[in-house]
Each structure stands twice: as structure tokens, then as C-alpha cells.
């Protein structure tokens, strides 16, 4: 069986299930998309904004705290850690009880955990609650990848992926903000400080809708009542067909094959770009010259909303031209050159925004088509264990970028050093992803 998997070129609407017509297969994917992604977008916003809204709490918990910038970027990155060391056996038991009950399960408790950081009083209590919510949330992310391998085939899983991760730029956009605006509004009423009722009330539609997911998601296709047995059947081939060429299907197939390390490497530097700007943008727009903590989230928005735009274009372009490597290494490197400027021309507030848009643009989109990658190399128990080594491996990132940060920021008196530090691993991102095989990252994904 050959190492790299062959991605599917055929000709989209073309059919290969059980005597259904190209133009009825469009539309069962279609049904499909409307029935998972919706739900799995809104559920990957809450998640990821109730892991980067610290970035808006620190504007002024730092100050009612009495925390250095040291003790925020650990207690930011030592999620990570909990997110890390739980990741991979929470992805196997995803594969093993369904994804219904885990994902629920996964969604209730960091909703609840995210709500109880209002209750930070000490280092020791942030650093508590912020590894717990990394142990409650590990799993989410590449338990949701895993879960779409389950409906959809990869020829036309690279659609569905990027659809899901919209969900990054859409939390920034709406999250920023909204954080803003309960950080002002909310700030010393029923003797609680803007950034304790932030928290509280960016946790609870966490919960909610992890009790939604308990009722709406349907574990496999055979569980779906809204497919019909002929949908159930056309999908079950045309998975069956495409995962006869992945490599393994095995945990230990996952930890064995060189470029699942690789992959990881690369998910790694570009993390670190995500969370340098996750963690550090609503200081970094502060100090760019927006005053108002209001304003700070509304001009924090702006470069989330490019990021949106230019994830849609650049999949589009990448699909026609069927070149990842060149898309991918571009989109990196966009990203470090717009964070080396955005710290060069600090001074200027609109370059500073501008150049902080194309960072984030950069990185996001190189994020994007990143995980249009992994989720073709492996099969069964090997795809649920070698997607979630890669993402807890690169959401060491996550750690290492914020803490890093945070003590550069304390030792030199300024965040440059940081980004300028973040700005290479991502070019670095992109230099290893040109050696990548082409016969890989180069084939159409339908």
C-alpha cells in the first residue's frame, strides 16, 4: 500500500454510489453539509472564543489582579498543556462511544469551566482553571475533523473543512466585539468587573448548544433518520472506495509514519502565529493607538473578517490550480511579513492595523488549508489518532507562544520581540511545506 494517498481527481457530480445520478449525488451533499455544518460552525465559534477571550480580560484583569505579563502568557498557554496530554485519548474515545455523547460532553463542561473563570483571584487559581478547560476542550477540533471523515469523503471534504474553520475569523469578528462591549458596559455592575461577567456569559451558550448537539447529531450514516437508505448506502461506498487508499488503519500506523511528524511540525509554527495573535491582538491594537475597550474589539474584528474572506478566495484559487504547496507556503509567509511590519510600523496606527489585517489574513488561511492535508493520509483508528497527534502536538503551540511572548514582553519591555520570534516560525512553516511531496499537497480535492 503506497505511504501517500492519491487524492480523488474525478470529476465532481460524477456518481459512484448505488445507481444514484451525478446531479442527485450533488444534491445528497448538499443535504448533508446543511445538516452538519451549521451546528459544527457555531460549536467551533464558542469554542474558540472561550479559548482567546482571555486576550480581552487581560486589558483589565491584569490590572485587578495585580498579574504580570508573565503570569497572563502562562496562565494563557498552560491550557495547552491540558489540551495536549488529554487530546489523543479523548479522540479514541470519541471513535469508540460516538460522537453525540462525547462532543456534548466535551462542549458542557469548558462551557462551564470558561463561566468559572470569573472566580480567578490568584496566579495559582488562573493557572488551575485555565489547564482544566484545556483537559475539558481536548478533543473538540480534531474530534469534529474525525466526525466529518465519517459522512464525507475526502474528495469532498476540503469544501466542508473550510466551511468549519470560517468559525475562527467568524469568533474574532464577533467576538471582539462583544468582548469590548461587556468589558465596558458590564464593568463594576452587581459588584463584578467587566471582564468576571465577560466570562460568565460567553460560557453559557457553550453549554447550550453542547446540549443541542446531545440531541441533533447522529453518531454514523446508519444513524441518520434524515437519509434515506439509498443516501445511506451512495455514502457509505463512496467513503469505502476512498479510504481504500490511505495508509493504515491502525493508532500505531498513526505514531509510525514520518509524515504525520512532519505535518506536525508544520501545524506547529503555524500556531504558534495563530496564538501569538489570538492571545496578544486586543494589546497589540491598543497599543497600535485605538483607545475605548469598545473600540479596541470593533478594530480588533477587522483583520478577523479579511482572514474570512481571504480563506474563501485562496481555497477556491488552491482548488482550481490544485497547488497546496504554493498556497499554503504563501498564506505563512503573508502572515510573517505582516506581523514583522505591524511591529516595525507600530507608531502608525493604520499601517500597524493594515499589516495586522495581512497577518492574520496570512496566518488563518494558511491554518485553513493546512488541514486539507491530514485528513486524506490515514484511515479508521489511525485517522482518529494521527488527526488528534497533530493537532495536540501543534497546540503545544499554544504554551509555548503566549508564555513566550508574555516573558519577552516583561524582560525587553516590549512585544516586538514576541512577534518578530512568531514571524519566523512562520516562515519556517512555509519552507517545510515546499519540501513536502508534491504528489501529496498538489492533486484537485473536488
Known amino acids: 500500500m503506497s505511504n501517500t494517498r492519491v487524492l480523488d481527481s474525478a470529476v465532481p457530480g460524477v456518481s459512484h454510489g448505488a445507481g444514484v445520478r451525478p446531479q442527485s449525488e450533488d444534491t445528497l451533499y448538499r443535504k448533508v453539509f446543511r445538516k ?10 464558542m469554542s474558540y472564543l472561550d479559548r482567546i477571550n482571555v486576550g480581552f480580560a487581560k486589558l483589565q484583569m491584569l490590572n485587578d489582579l495585580s498579574f504580570s505579563e508573565t503570569v497572563y502568557g502562562l496562565g494563557a498557554g498552560v491550557f495547552f498543556l491540558g489540551y495536549f496530554l488529554f487530546e489523543v485519548p479523548s479522540n479514541l474515545v470519541l471513535h469508540r462511544v460516538g460522537a453525540r455523547v462525547w462532543i456534548a460532553r466535551i462542549m458542557i463542561t469548558w462551557g462551564a469551566l470558561s463561566a468559572a473563570m470569573m472566580f480567578v483571584k490568584t496566579p495559582t487559581s488562573f ?5 482544566l478547560l484545556g483537559v475539558a476542550e481536548a478533543g473538540f477540533f480534531p474530534g469534529i475533523v474525525l466526525y466529518l471523515t465519517y459522512f464525507i469523503p475526502p474528495s469532498r471534504l476540503g469544501k466542508a473543512l473550510a466551511l468549519f474553520f470560517l468559525a475562527v475569523p467568524a469568533a474574532g469578528v ?3 466585539p462583544l468582548s469590548g462591549w461587556l468589558l465596558e458596559s458590564f464593568h463594576q455592575v452587581g459588584s463584578l468587573q467587566g471582564w468576571q461577567w ?9 453549554v447550550i448548544l453542547g446540549i443541542v448537539v446531545l440531541v441533533v447529531l447522529r453518531d454514523r450514516i446508519k444513524d441518520a433518520h434524515w437519509l434515506t437508505e439509498q443516501e445511506k448506502s451512495t455514502l457509505a461506498a463512496n467513503i469505502e472506495r476512498e479510504s481504500q487508499r490511505t495508509i493504515g488503519a491502525s493508532v500505531r500506523d498513526a505514531f509510525t509514519q ?8 508544520i501545524e506547529f509554527c503555524i500556531g ?3 496564538y501569538g495573535m489570538g492571545f496578544w491582538m486586543p494589546t497589540m491594537v491598543r497599543e497600535a493607538g485605538i483607545t475605548g475597550l469598545l473600540n479596541i474589539g470593533l478594530f480588533s474584528a477587522i483583520p478577523y473578517g479579511a482572514a474570512a474572506i481571504a480563506m474563501v478566495y485562496v481555497a477556491r484559487l488552491a482548488d482550481a490550480r490544485g497547488d497546496r504547496k504554493l498556497f499554503l507556503a504563501l498564506a505563512a509567509l503573508a502572515g510573517a511579513v505582516g506581523l514583522y511590519l505591524s511591529m516595525s510600523h507600530k507608531d502608525n496606527t493604520f499601517f500597524a492595523i493594515a499589516a495586522l489585517t495581512v497577518a492574520t489574513a496570512g496566518i488563518l488561511t494558511a491554518f485553513a488549508q493546512f488541514w486539507r492535508l491530514p485528513t486524506v493520509l490515514l484511515s479508521d483508528r489511525a485517522a482518529a489518532a494521527g488527526i488528534a497527534i497533530i493537532s495536540s502536538v501543534a497546540n503545544l503551540s499554544g504554551f509555548v507562544s503566549p508564555y513566550l511572548v508574555g516573558w519577552l514582553r516583561d524582560t525587553t519591555g516590549s512585544g516586538s520581540a514576541g512577534m518578530y520570534m512568531t514571524a519566523g516560525s512562520l516562515v519556517l ?4 511545506t515546499v ?7 498538489n492533486e484537485k480535492v473536488g
Open 272 to 274: 504558534l502565529g495563530i
Open 198 to 206: 465577560m466570562f460568565l456569559i460567553e460560557g453559557i451558550p457553550s
Open 429 to 432: 512553516a512555509a519552507v517545510v
Open 36 to 45: 452538519l455544518i451549521p451546528l459544527l460552525f457555531f460549536s467551533y465559534v
Open 174 to 176: 464577533l467576538g471582539g
Open 127 to 131: 493557572y488551575v482553571l485555565r489547564f
Open 435 to 441: 519540501l513536502l511531496p508534491s504528489r501529496l499537497v
Open 258 to 265: 514520518p509524515l504525520v511528524w512532519v505535518l506536525c511540525l
